[in-house]
């Protein structure tokens, strides 16, 4: 398995949709959590994105991740950035391939 970080930018044209979309994609991200594909995640502090850290075979199964949340199906991210991520240290040190 391969750990992503996976950004989110989100704009404040979005914001009333992310509102509206909020509750379930919590309950996609909590659904993951329990599963042990997402790791870690949580939106930064100004309100202009999200941090998301996942555990998938590839980045094809990712994309696939990706597309299930409520979010990116109601259009309340503008922008995404996935890079490939090797924790060397921490809580997630054991997550790393």
């Known amino acids: ?3 992503f970080a996976v950004e989110y930018v989100y704009d404040a ?4 949709v992310r509102d509206a979309s909020r509750p379930a994609h919590r309950a996609w991200t909590a659904e ?3 599963e042990g ?13 999200a ?4 555990k998938a075979a590839d980045e094809a199964a990712l994309n696939d991740l ?4 409520p979010f990116a199906a109601a ?8 890079t490939v991520w090797a ?11």
């Open 32 to 34: 993951l959590a329990r």
């Open 37 to 49: 594909d997402l790791l870690a995640s949580g939106p930064y502090g100004d309100g202009a994105g």
């Open 13 to 16: 044209e979005s914001s009333e």
């Open 75 to 82: 259009g309340a991210i503008s922008g995404t950035r996935t």
């Open 1 to 3: 398995m391969t750990v």
């Open 51 to 54: 941090l998301l850290i996942f």
């Open 87 to 97: 924790p060397l240290t921490g809580l997630l040190a054991e997550h790393a391939a």
């Open 66 to 69: 990706l597309r299930q949340d």
